[in-house]
């Protein structure tokens, strides 16, 4: 799987080098690590940092669907850190389609992702595409404490 895309200000038009993009998921079989499926420790996971043009790549694999929740939409964390703008979670990337989001969508329910498309590469990577705006009111509400969610 390939998501890329572009870490942009407030206005949607000036580029943010330096910027610091965490991501984690699960495997393919729903589970962050074993035996202790625990998201703190997540077996998937990394880090990339925008270039001066804004732009980052993550390649790794498709999540699969929580292995004890099968109406869980599938997922990937995003953690944004900047210059000056300490660490703080932004909405998850989802797929668009998955039949979770679909449900989720027509129930109503607040919603903590954002709807990406993949599609299928020749070469048979996904590949979505995702740009993300820094606001810096959300940045301090979501600010994460020790590593994590407050």
Known sequence: MLL????VDEEGATPLGGFVL???HTDADGYYARPRNDPREARHRGSVTTGADGRY???TIVPGRYADRLDAVVHVHLHLAGPDVPAYWIE???FAGDPALVA???SGRPSY???VIFERQASGTWRGVREV???RAQAE???LADGWYR
């Not at 890329?4 to 870490?7: A, H, K, L, N, P």
């Open 4 to 7: 890329e895309g572009r870490i």
């Open 22 to 24: 965490d991501f984690y």
């Open 57 to 59: 790549r993550i390649e």
């Open 92 to 94: 998850d990337t989802w």
């Open 104 to 106: 989720l969508e027509r």
């Open 113 to 115: 992702g954002v709807p």
């Open 133 to 135: 705006r820094f606001e």
């Open 141 to 143: 509400r979501n600010r």
